[in-house]
Every structure is written in C-alpha cells, then in structure tokens.
C-alpha cells in the first residue's frame, strides 16, 4: 500500500507540474508593435502634341481666308486642363517669321482660335480651327509673298 500511495503521490506531484508548466505558458506572451510607411508616385503632366492641316484658296492681300484645322492630343496617363491654344506666324521656336524675300508675320492677320476650353483624358484628343489672311499693305510691296510657304506656330497650354 505505501508503493500505491508513493505512486499517486508521483502522479499527482507530476500532474500539477505539468498543469503549472502549461498553465504558464498559456499567459506567456512576447509585446511587439509595428508600423509601415510608404509613398505613392506622382507622375507628371506631358506636353500636348498639337497638329495641323490647313485649307484654302492661295493668300493673296485681303483676298481668301484658308481655315487651319489643329487637333490637340494629350499623350499623358492623367487628365490634363487645355485652356488656351495662340496661334501666330513664327518659326518652331515661336520667333516671328521672317522669309528672305521681305515677306512676313506682319504681312498677315491670325483670328482667333475656336475650340473646346476643356479637360483632355488621356490618349483623348480635342479640335479646333484657326483662320488666316493676308492683310493688304498699301505702304508697302508684298511681292515677296508670293508663293511664300507661311509658317504657323501652335502653343497649347
């Protein structure tokens, strides 16, 4: 009998052990915290690619009126604000045309442009026309326009 009670004493000793062993560990924990940051890019507006075609009865002072039609493209990845498009006679770089034969920018008159002030969604494009006049010069002899290739600048903003 003293070999059955040693026995249950042993069992009873190991079970509460594991119990307070296992018991712990249910209320062991490790503390952490954690935090992340990050950034979103933002791209950037792209140029407008404007293009244009004109048509009409050869310019001659104050005689036919030919009508430029220009499309304006927003090749961006975002939606871009078209506000304003001037128009003028003037070389890539925008400096007013000047040919060698005496004739110029001053020879002829640009209307204003017609077109929809508006928002351009990406890939999307707008359009719109211009016109353009030789003006009549009493003053001065504008022999030097004649079959003068007359250069239009586009700005699109």
Same mark, same amino acid.
């Given at each position: 009998?003293?070999?059955?009670?040693?026995?249950?004493?042993?069992?009873?000793?190991?079970?509460a052990?594991?119990?307070?062993?296992?018991?712990?560990?249910?209320?062991?924990?490790?503390?952490?915290?954690?935090?992340?940051?990050?950034?979103?890019s933002?791209?950037?507006?792209?140029?407008?690619?404007?293009?244009s075609k004109?048509?009409?009865?050869?310019?001659?002072?104050?005689?036919?009126?030919?009508?430029?039609?220009?499309?304006?493209?927003?090749?961006?990845s975002?939606?871009?604000?078209?506000?304003?498009?001037?128009?003028s006679?003037?070389?890539?770089?925008?400096?007013?045309?000047?040919?060698?034969?005496?004739? /110029?920018?001053?020879?002829?008159?640009?209307?204003?442009?017609?077109?929809?002030?508006?928002?351009?969604?990406?890939?999307?494009?707008?359009?719109?026309?211009?016109?353009l006049q030789?003006?009549?010069?009493?003053?001065?002899?504008?022999?030097?326009c004649?079959?003068? /290739?007359?250069?239009?600048?586009?700005?699109?903003?």
């Amino acid at each position: 009998m003293a070999k059955v009670a040693g026995r249950k004493k042993r069992i009873i000793g190991t079970t509460a052990a594991l119990v307070a062993i296992g018991g712990g560990a249910a209320f062991a924990y490790w503390s952490a915290t954690g935090t992340h940051d990050t950034t979103a890019s933002a791209g950037e507006s792209a140029n407008f690619v404007v293009t244009s075609k004109i048509a009409g009865d050869p310019l001659s002072p104050n005689g036919p009126v030919q009508v430029a039609t220009f499309t304006v493209n927003n090749p961006g990845s975002g939606v871009q604000e078209l506000k304003s498009i001037k128009v003028s006679v003037a070389d890539s770089k925008g400096t007013p045309w000047v040919s060698g034969d005496g004739c /110029s920018y001053e020879d002829f008159a640009v209307g204003t442009p017609s077109f929809d002030r508006t928002q351009i969604e990406p890939g999307k494009s707008v359009t719109g026309t211009v016109s353009l006049q030789m003006i009549n010069r009493p003053t001065v002899n504008q022999d030097g326009c004649q079959n003068a /290739s007359v250069p239009l600048h586009f700005e699109a903003s």
